[in-house]
């Protein structure tokens, strides 16, 4: 196995076991079993747990990048690809249920913890923002197009958060319908 294939599973397992577990409760241990190597070898592609840290958040930004450029492609229209961050909920609410929202739930234990890279991690959501505040300003919404992704995020993570605590999944399906229905009259009403 070459070196850069080692430490990319290296990072793929870490992201994993972060979201499942949570950074604090993953160890060096946990990592090098879930990939199947030994502590030594692990050793040599990460020093310390902030190293791989701040990999995960770096393939994170990454997919995230990915996804929103898919997103681009794949709506013909503002709204189409706002949708497809209302309905990526649905999409994943099995692991929404069970864990949380990835994003959420990583800055939430990094702002508790007072981790350094809680910043780092916040861009995360910045990305969602900044390319949220986009579609809104493309749907005709320029003044108000940041309020309005703010309030996209904070709702999702709000359901999102419920639908961890009470593993509903129906909740889930019932808040993306009221934010589609909501998107729907932000559209109609924009330009």
């Known amino acids: 196995m070459g070196e850069t294939k080692t430490r990319d599973r290296i990072v793929e397992a870490a992201d994993g ?3 499942r577990q949570g950074f604090g409760h993953t160890s060096f241990s946990d990592i090098a079993e879930a990939v199947g190597i030994s502590r030594g070898n692990f050793y040599h592609h990460f020093k310390t747990k ?3 840290l701040d990999a ?3 393939l994170r930004l990454a997919n995230t990048r990915e996804m929103l450029a898919q997103w681009e492609a794949e709506g013909a229209t503002p709204e189409e690809r706002i949708r497809s961050f209302i309905h ?5 609410r099995a692991e929404i249920m ?3 929202c990835p994003v959420g739930t990583l ?4 702002a508790k913890l007072d981790h350094v890279t809680h910043n780092e991690a916040t861009r995360l959501f910045v990305l969602f923002r900044s390319w949220l505040a986009g579609q809104f300003r493309q749907l005709g919404r320029d003044r108000d197009a940041d309020a309005l992704a703010m309030h996209l995020l904070a709702r999702s993570q709000g359901v999102a958060t419920l639908a ?3 593993r509903d999944e129906r909740f889930i399906e019932r808040e ?3 934010m589609d229905a909501w998107l729907g009259s932000i559209a109609a009403t924009a330009h």
């Open 17 to 19: 076991l972060f979201y």
């Open 107 to 110: 800055c939430t234990e990094l």
């Open 176 to 178: 993306v319908m009221r």
């Open 98 to 100: 069970r864990y949380g």
């Open 88 to 92: 990526m909920m649905v999409a994943n």
């Open 56 to 58: 995960v958040i770096g």
């Open 50 to 52: 902030d190293d791989i």
């Open 164 to 166: 961890n605590a009470f």
